[in-house]
């Protein structure tokens, strides 16, 4: 149970006439409960009409899942980051997060794994030559790239 400033407390037990009498005792300028979402429906309909009779609005709150960790601080960062073209992993080690979070926090669409040996300008010279009528085994020997690599890129 906490109380802030605007006579408002949260609950985390079902309204029974012992609780409610615990908080009037506890809380005189007592204005509003919130309790789980879940247990709101489970409240008897003459405690609600009772407390709303003092005055005390009762109201569900929806509250789920564990609260982020991270802010939008920590994604404008990591985006920033990304865009300038540090790894994930250099970003991890950098602030302090792990790997895991710096790809759910970035917005832009990062593949994991390796980065890829030969560009696609590579990529695009091998297919172009093997259309040329040039063999595999020539355009490796040409760009001095292995034979398995040249199968794997003609492949793509």
């Given at each position: 149970m906490g109380e802030d400033e605007n006579n408002e407390i949260y609950v985390k037990r079902a309204l029974s006439s012992q609780v409610i009498?615990?908080?009037?005792?506890?809380?005189?300028?007592l204005k509003k409960i919130k309790v789980p979402s879940s247990l709101y429906p489970r409240t008897s309909k003459k405690y609600l009409d009772a407390l709303s009779e003092l005055g005390i609005e009762v109201e569900p709150v929806i509250k789920r899942g564990r609260p982020k960790k991270y802010g939008s601080n920590e994604a404008e960062i990591v985006q920033k980051m990304?865009?300038?073209?540090?790894?994930?992993?250099?970003?991890?080690?950098?602030?302090?997060?792990?790997?895991k979070t710096v790809y759910y926090l970035k917005d832009t669409k990062l593949k994991r794994g390796r980065k890829p040996k030969y560009s696609k300008?590579?990529?695009?010279?091998?297919?172009?030559?093997?259309?040329?009528?040039?063999?595999a085994k020539d355009i490796s020997e040409k760009l001095s790239i292995p034979l398995r690599t040249v199968y794997c890129l003609i492949k793509r």
């Open positions: 009498m615990e908080l009037l005792d506890r809380y005189p300028n990304i865009n300038e073209g540090v790894s994930p992993k250099d970003i991890s080690d950098e602030l302090e997060i792990p790997l300008e590579t990529e695009g010279e091998i297919k172009r030559l093997r259309d040329e009528g040039f063999s």
